[in-house]
């Protein structure tokens, strides 16, 4: 991750690619904690049919798109 | 999904279709992360009786939504 | 739901009225996700009487309420 | 409820005022779900050992703290 | 906690402060449920052993660092 | 944790490097509550394939990086 840029700004061009950013960044958050793109794959099963997961998943975009929409003053 | 745009504007003309516009970017945030609308389907019953899960939708919404209105300037 | 203006406005009078608003934006949170008042109704039991879910309502209250007052200017 | 003034304002004379306050804004969240204070006193024991709950509990009165917060201008 | 005067100023001199003072304002929300220092004390190994209420109480944490760090302009 | 500088300022020079301190943010989160190092090294394993906790961590990482964003005015 140190050695990558990932995150150059926090700019879209549209809400749309704002929320394609949020959920980037959701995921990258799940990244750190969990390093090991094999463990992660190999977990996915355990959350993408629990509904319960699919809706914290949602959540943790949703906070994300607050802060990504809120950098491009709301695309006004 | 990347293929369609679906979110062109965070823009609403009254705080009622601001609040509709939540409900749909909190089950955008659903579908990226599960985007097979079948499986979707097949796990719906698992959580419209879960009152727990409902009320963690509930939550989503209401992340969204503070986005959405704020955008819109709260619509005054 | 798509007939009826149900949000015509997030200004309320009083901060208390605004309080009010943001208990009926969570639990239209609800109603979106679970459309039948039936089974609503039928769920009520379990949930009514758990205390994690009751904390969770609570939670979604706050977070319209932070909306609607920041709507209202905290009515200062 | 409906009858009494709970909510006159957001304002308070002190940080810490405006903590009660977020305190009790968790709390009128809860009771509008279960408005019986019998069953309420009920529950009592089920929550307030058990530390996830009492965690919980705390993060709604940290969101309401935020709203009580700002409305006050940081008491600056 | 009526009689003690522990919250006088949400300022800080350095972030870091503000961040001792969120952590502050999250073990006090849970003393206002459970003012028993007795059970707190004993319910402290059903915690902090368990990872998902570390995360939780870190999340409880971050919402008052949000509140104290505007109140600071950030420290800017 | 008293005796050290980690937390100078929330500005950063990048939106990723603040990415980074939201990271950080939310470990020291999770320090202050289990402070000893031996026993989140033994917990690590319940969390890091538990992917329910994984989304919780990378949530309480959203949080912060709001914080952070905001202090660094969105580095635009």
């Given at each position: 991750?140190?050695?990558?840029?990932?995150?150059?700004?926090?700019?879209?061009?549209?809400?749309?690619e704002?929320?394609?950013?949020?959920?980037?960044?959701?995921?990258?958050?799940?990244?750190?904690?969990?390093?090991?793109?094999?463990?992660?794959?190999?977990?996915?099963?355990?959350?993408?049919?629990?509904?319960?997961?699919?809706?914290?998943?949602?959540?943790?975009?949703?906070?994300?798109?607050?802060?990504?929409?809120?950098?491009?003053?709301?695309?006004?």
């Amino acid at each position: 991750m140190a050695d990558d840029v990932w995150l150059p700004s926090l700019k879209t061009a549209t809400p749309q690619e704002g929320f394609d950013l949020a959920v980037k960044l959701a995921r990258v958050g799940v990244k750190v904690t969990q390093p090991s793109a094999e463990v992660r794959s190999s977990l996915r099963a355990a959350y993408d049919h629990d509904t319960a997961q699919l809706i914290a998943s949602s959540q943790v975009i949703a906070i994300h798109f607050q802060t990504v929409a809120a950098a491009n003053n709301y695309w006004s």
